[in-house]
């Protein structure tokens, strides 16, 4: 576990080795997420599409715009389904 420090002007710094493993860079952008009772926070390194280029396998065949639609559709709703 890393401790950080807070400077006279909010920021804190992020170790190198924290920096190395999620890739960031200059220009990096992150999002904090607050938890519920403001008592803690979550950094999340924010993704490019760019990002899941390639982590799903290749496709055997073109799907058209309605075929793409209707597996939507159905995994939203199997999902949600799911949850209850």
């Known amino acids: 576990m890393d ?3 807070l400077n006279s002007k909010g920021q804190i ?3 190198a080795h924290v920096r190395k ?9 992150l999002k904090l997420y607050l938890d519920p009772k403001g008592k803690g ?3 999340t ?3 490019s599409i760019l990002d899941f280029v390639g982590v799903l396998p290749k ?3 073109a ?6 639609n209707e597996g939507m559709v159905t995994a939203i709703a199997k999902h ?3 949850e209850e």
Do not use: N, Q
């Open 21 to 29: 493993s999620l890739d960031l860079k200059p220009g990096s952008t």
């Open 3 to 5: 401790t950080l420090t």
């Open 45 to 47: 390194k924010t993704a």
């Open 80 to 82: 949600a389904t799911s």
């Open 13 to 15: 710094t992020i170790p």
């Open 59 to 61: 496709s055997k065949r």
């Open 63 to 68: 799907y058209t715009v309605e075929e793409m």
């Open 41 to 43: 926070f979550t950094i």
